[in-house]
């Protein structure tokens, strides 16, 4: 998993099999494949910011980063059936198994591409993320400082990150590059970040 997940191409030979994801409220029979993250089962990290958010917005546009083979994006589109729900990822493998499971699923307000192209101008009335801790902590930056921005006024993202990976930092650096973040749910070593747009006159 480690070297191949976020790569646009993965090397490692396919190998399909099928995940379940079972929410209180929803379940999704899932396609994975070698090469993206998670494919033996939904990541329990996954499974705990799906547990514990909020219900997303019930129109608008919203946002996966970094979907991958899509059980973030599928449960926004299940529980928002009149929003738009968009997954990106770099990985167009997992973004193909993604729109199968769509497909599957029978949602069609949800959408994957990659993440380089997504219209610049499209604004999100939440995000929620399981982000790729593991592309280290100068891409992970990177990646939030070109997504959280496109937050509209009243919208929210919701992270997921493990305490040994940095959950604790993150947040820290999240409300000093100006975009106020608190922890709202803590469970079997993960925290769930609820960030809020960057405060007015913030200087990045």
């Known amino acids: 998993m480690g070297e ?18 079972v929410l209180p409220d929803l379940h999704l029979r899932l396609d994975t494949d070698s090469g993206m993250f998670s494919p033996d089962r939904v990541d329990l990290g996954t499974r705990v910011l799906l547990e514990t958010v909020p219900d997303p917005p019930a129109t608008g546009d919203l946002l996966d980063l970094g979907c991958g083979y899509g059980p973030i994006a599928l449960t926004m589109a299940k529980r928002s059936s009149q929003a738009r729900v968009l997954g990106v990822d770099v990985n167009q ?63 929210l993202a919701h992270l997921v990150v493990q305490k040994h990976l940095g959950s604790d930092s993150l947040q820290r650096w999240l409300n000093g590059q100006g975009f106020p973040t608190e922890r709202i749910a803590s469970r079997s070593a993960y925290r769930v970040l609820r960030v809020a747009p960057r405060t007015e006159g913030h200087t990045p």
């Open 93 to 155: 493998r997992a973004l193909m198994v993604a729109e199968g499971n769509a497909e599957t699923a029978g949602l069609d307000n949800v959408r994957f591409n990659l993440v380089d192209d997504t219209d610049p101008a499209l604004r999100f009335d939440a995000i929620w993320s399981n982000p790729p801790i593991r592309i280290g902590k100068a891409a992970l930056h990177d990646l939030l400082l070109a997504w959280l921005p496109r937050l509209t006024p009243a919208g």
């Open 4 to 21: 191949h997940y976020f790569a646009e191409r993965p090397d490692a030979a396919s190998r399909r099999r099928t995940v379940d994801l």
